[in-house]
């Protein structure tokens, strides 16, 4: 075989995803539930095994997507944004490639997005609204875009999103005067189409998507409104109002043509019907759930998540009752793989093991992260969710990435 078509081959062989992968923000579905089976339901004292950790992912609050046996996230050195790729059988870094320069913000400076996979490609979202397109093989830049050139204006803690790639379509938030959403050319960047009919400014939430009366749409929340626009043009399908207040960060929820969105600053949670012909209606909004920036995760009929006003919770999807709450453990995020629920604690980086029970909190196994970063900002916690990707269990502190094995035997 000639060099350069054996060379193809071997990129191509090496960009190979499974069902284990973790392709982007809250998995393929952005459901943040893990289909892996086989994982340990309980660990040993201390926790699982530490498999390796690297100490130079930079700075910042980025997830990880997993695809390919590389993990990609964004960290900041310096004075830069980085999109790092990192072999996830050693830890070692594969190859950094700018994305862009420093969001400086006062709860910790660096990235907030994770990045997404997308067959050959790897897109990222860094802190000031740059949109970086690179080969997943060696970080190679294919194109940038900038929200701001689309009529975007940094929120107050940095863009947040991690975009949605879906049918040759990189789907992000501007906002702003020339168009809430916008979709670009996956192979160019150039612009395929903007909301002009939905104008309000870009938040810290990630849009989903779906298909409901017969049309696929994204669905996206901002400080102002939940709506779902028309994936081939970008029209407003459907939207409803939401008294957003500081931050909107959750990603919203879908299930039988229902939308369930939660935000924090004591504003609480709705749901929405979408009905034929694009009606929408109400069917609750309370504040039994009052998400922060956690997420909440929907396992048959009930939410789980942590609510600023009553702890752990667990809450009825179609009813929005509280089933039970909890405070055994502090605030933090949530991530599900094997039918059991990670929870981590922001304020101290401790992982807790539980079983998602709609009887009560039913924990079996805790650990402490350690160590932990001595440059995180006075202000920041541990705030990057937890992944559970091919057996591995994947958490981050900063500069710390460390990766853990979950798997049973």
Not at 194 to 213: F, L, M
Request: proline letters at 5%; charged letters at 20%.
């Amino acid at each position: 075989m000639k060099k350069p078509l054996l060379l193809a081959a071997l990129t191509a062989a090496a960009l190979v995803t499974t069902a284990a992968d973790w392709p982007q923000w809250r998995g393929a579905d952005r459901t943040d539930i893990s289909k892996e089976t086989g994982l340990l339901k309980s660990w040993p004292e201390g926790g699982p095994k530490l498999v390796w950790i690297n100490k130079d992912v930079g700075l910042g609050y980025s997830g990880y997507a997993i695809a390919g046996g590389r993990l990609f996230t964004i960290g900041l050195r310096g004075d830069t944004e980085l999109l790092i790729a990192v072999d996830v059988k050693t830890g070692k870094e594969l190859w950094t490639t700018p994305v862009g320069p420093i969001l400086k913000n006062g709860w910790g400076d660096g990235p907030r997005a994770t990045p997404t996979v997308d067959g050959d490609m790897v897109f990222a979202m860094g802190g000031n609204g740059g949109v970086l397109a690179v080969k997943a093989a060696d970080g190679k830049e294919v194109w940038k875009a900038m929200m701001r050139d689309f009529g975007g204006r940094t929120p107050n803690w940095g863009y947040c999103e991690s975009v949605l790639v879906d049918e040759g379509k990189v789907i992000c938030t501007p906002g702003g005067g020339q168009g809430t959403l916008l979709a670009l050319d996956r192979a160019t960047g150039k612009k395929v189409w903007q909301s002009t009919d939905w104008t309000d400014g870009a938040h810290y939430s990630s849009p989903i998507t779906v298909t409901h009366n017969g049309t696929r749409q994204y669905i996206q929340l901002t400080m102002q409104n939940v709506a779902g626009v028309e994936a081939k043009t970008g029209k407003v399908l459907w939207k409803s109002e939401w008294p957003g207040k500081i931050a909107v960060i959750p990603t919203p929820i879908f299930k039988d043509g229902h939308v369930y969105i939660t935000s924090g600053y004591g504003i609480g949670c709705k749901l929405v019907k979408i009905g034929p012909g694009n009606a929408v209606s109400e069917v609750y909004r309370n504040d039994n759930m009052v998400n922060h920036h956690g997420g909440v995760i929907l396992i048959g009929e009930k939410l789980y998540g942590h609510s600023d006003k009553g702890g752990w919770t667990c809450q009825d999807f179609k009813t929005g009752e509280v089933a039970w709450a909890s405070k055994n453990f502090g605030k933090g995020a949530v991530h599900c793989a094997d039918g059991m629920l990670y929870c981590l604690e922001e304020s101290s980086g401790t992982v807790a093991l539980v079983e998602p029970n709609p009887k009560g909190w039913t924990e079996r196994s805790r650990f402490k992260l350690t160590p932990q970063t001595t440059q995180r900002n006075p202000k920041g916690k541990v705030w990057t969710h937890p992944v559970v990707s091919d057996g591995k269990l994947y958490l981050r502190d900063q500069e710390l990435l460390f990766c853990f094995d979950v798997k049973g035997k």
